[in-house]
């Protein structure tokens, strides 16, 4: 088939380059504008922008979805279908109607839980013991269309969402491409999802990724999980914002009472009070500096008694 893949970020990288060495031809790829980036500010183009360079392929950057100029370069294109994986931006209907075949989307979540912008963050901090992705069929409705295929992926109990995320790219990459290998033979049928266990996943942000440490120690595990590596865990100490990298909870019969947020250096880790038991921090970012671990954070910090997270 003819494809105009869509995407921008790099967990989008792994499916293009799964349909550039597939039976499909992509023709074009539909991008976020070039933005931004590094100290100096200078423009850059996406990830999946870059990789379709590389290769030669036509790359469209509409500031909108709708515009006219991009519907028109669609229709000449003439895509049988549009795989779709974190393009970023809402499509328009009178995009949805170019291709023959639609606009397939590849969500990292086993649909129809964790609609929205951050299935694998909700997956991770909602303690999840199995997640997946789903390709569906776009429709005016979030991720609400139907679904071609699934995969799925334990959660392990130390994932970050990075690291679960990087799994799922390369594994969706290929439930992709055999969703456009069915969508041509024929032998994939798009199943309605089931009205009963929608859940959504708005984007993190970052005061999203402020560690609550009046929450037991296993909520305060998942969220920093959940928010690593982007947009980063974070608590001030001392006025100033740290990040904080994943932690683990500490032996409650071989650790001390802790109030939350309370910290006391030991020899060999440092401890931070929750509302159950202490956890034990792992790598930690002063404002300005480099991340380091915890004892040697503790150390050239000099932290006195009572002093605590918030």
Known sequence: MRLVFAGTPEPAVPTLRA?????????????????????GRTLHR????????????????????????????????????????????????????IPAHGWVNLHFSLLPAW?????????????????????FRIVRELDAGPVFGVVTE???????????????????????????DGIEDGTVQAVPQPADGVTYAPKVSVDDARVRFTDPALTVDRQIRAVTPEPGAWAEFR?????????RPADPAAAPDLA?????????????????????LGEVQAQGKKRMAATDWARGTRIEQGERLT
């Not at 334990?154 to 456009?180: F, H, P, V, Y």
């Open 19 to 39: 349909l550039l060495a597939s039976r499909h031809e992509v023709v074009a790829v539909v991008t976020r504008p070039d933005a931004p980036a590094g100290r």
């Open 154 to 180: 334990k959660i392990a109990a130390t994932d970050t969402a990075g690291e679960l995320l990087d799994r799922l790219a390369e594994s969706g990459a290929a439930l992709m491409t055999s969703t456009m």
């Open 46 to 97: 996406s990830p999946v922008g870059a990789l379709a360079d590389e290769h030669g392929i036509e790359v469209l950057t509409p500031t909108r979805a709708d515009d006219p100029d991009f519907l028109a370069r669609l229709t000449e294109l003439a895509p049988d279908a549009c795989p779709v994986v974190a393009y970023g931006a809402l499509l328009k209907q009178e995009a949805l109607d």
């Open 260 to 280: 939350p947020g309370a910290l006391l250096v030991e020899r060999r880790r440092v401890l931070a009070g929750t509302a159950t038991g202490p956890v034990e």
């Open 115 to 135: 609609r929205g912008a951050a299935p694998v963050q909700a997956a991770v901090r909602a303690g999840d013991e199995y997640t997946g992705a789903s390709t």
């Open 239 to 247: 006025g100033s914002r740290c990040k904080l990298g994943p932690v």
